[in-house]
């Protein structure tokens, strides 16, 4: 670039023309530049809600692809550097890491279909055991309950064996999810560097105390959460696998991964395993004390102390940006109001409060000097 080079007078000329541009009023602007920026401003919100309204589905699926791809980034170097093949190392990377995961789905899905299956074929097997549980309840001996349990069981079974049909309906948002997530990660692992230098270009001088607080504040509360929330749901489908395990219930890893990925949703978790478990030990093994102590266990530890403890203190630990209280507010608020999004829409929102609170009320202001810009820009 081509440097500027001027005299003092010149300098000192050129310094108070940047302070009076700096300190110049709205009243001072003319009718065309008032409505140059009034036009502007409509076209750009304008193009901004309409790009928001069309990624408003798959924003979630871009944020984790980007988060994801800088996670990886690490192994994706690591298989550059022994193939010098970058492309080749991003395919490599993600089906090192997706692999997995689909092949778990799949022996879970398979596994679940089966059950369903069978269940259709012997409806009536499964009402007479569950009505001779529930004649063994005392104070409901003598209860007429098959048919209103032969509904329910008819209600379930047609429920789980219309489940692909319902899959297929849900494969287009889906697959349009998985794509954006995988191309922003493949983009990540190969273009990282100059996406970083690029928006570090756009942001002026005078906002750059602003930029790191953003910065820093946003990437900990995503670290954060999504590091406690894959952490914390590997924890918990462990304990519900260990349960199956060692109380003798079928298809232990299958439920595990129910577990895993249903506890993701809000308000159901993975009671909404252990609990139709306990249920199922009690009605076909009757096995009491074995289903009191998967609840216990299950609400006392997965429940109680992971979900509302354990999570948001890891979360707060890791990120280094909110303590215990206003990450639990963050990881609960976020998911109540924005649903599964909420994960990380709660904790992004708030950290970024929390930026320009510390910004605006430190010591040095972010507001710095015009001159810096013009002489950046110059240069």
């Known amino acids: 670039m081509s440097e500027i080079i001027l005299s003092s007078p010149e300098k000192e000329g050129e310094r108070r023309r940047v302070e009076r541009r700096a300190n110049a009023s709205i009243g001072e602007l003319t009718l065309p530049e008032v409505r140059r920026i009034l036009i502007t401003t409509l076209l750009g919100a304008v193009v901004l809600a309409l790009f928001l309204w069309m990624v408003k589905t798959v924003v979630i699926a871009a944020i984790l692809g980007l988060i994801i791809g800088f996670y990886i980034r690490p192994v994706h170097l690591w298989i550059v550097a022994r193939t010098s093949k970058p492309t080749l190392s991003a395919i490599l990377t993600l089906l090192v890491v997706i692999a997995p995961v689909l092949i778990v789905l799949a022996y879970s899905y398979s596994e679940l279909a089966d059950v369903l299956g069978y269940a259709s074929l012997h409806q009536h097997e499964i009402i007479a055991k569950i009505d001779a549980a529930v004649q063994r309840i005392p104070f409901l001996q003598g209860a007429k309950s098959a048919t209103a349990l032969g509904q329910f069981v008819i209600g379930a079974t047609a429920y789980g064996t219309g489940l ?6 849900a494969i287009k948002n889906f697959s349009v999810s998985a794509t954006i997530f995988l191309f922003t990660t493949f983009y990540i ?3 990282a560097d100059k996406i970083g230098r ?4 756009k942001v002026p001088p005078r906002y750059a105390e602003l930029r790191r607080a953003l910065e820093i504040n946003v990437r900990g509360v995503l670290y954060g959460a999504i590091y406690s929330t894959l952490l914390t749901q590997t924890l918990k489908s462990l304990i519900i696998l260990g349960m199956n395990i060692a109380f003798g219930v079928p298809l232990a890893g299958a439920l595990a991964v129910v577990s895993f990925i249903i506890g993701f949703f809000p308000i159901v ?3 909404s395993v252990y609990v139709p478990v306990a249920i199922w030990l009690v009605i076909f093994r009757d096995a009491v004390p074995q289903a009191i102590a998967m609840v216990v266990i299950g609400t006392l530890v997965n429940t109680v102390f992971i979900s509302t403890y354990l999570r948001p203190k890891i979360a707060a630990d890791r990120s280094r940006v909110l303590n215990f209280y206003w990450m639990f ?3 609960v608020t976020g998911v109540y109001t924005f649903g599964l999004p909420g994960i990380l829409l709660g904790p992004i929102l708030i950290g970024l409060l ?4 510390d910004t605006v009320t430190a010591g040095s202001s972010w507001k710095l000097v015009e001159l810096g810009d013009d002489e950046a820009t110059a240069s």
């Open 164 to 169: 692909p049909l319902l899959l297929k309906g």
């Open 269 to 271: 978790g993975s009671w």
């Open 189 to 191: 692992l190969l273009e």
């Open 329 to 331: 507010v963050a990881l």
């Open 354 to 357: 929390k930026a320009i609170v």
């Open 198 to 201: 690029y928006l570090s270009s």
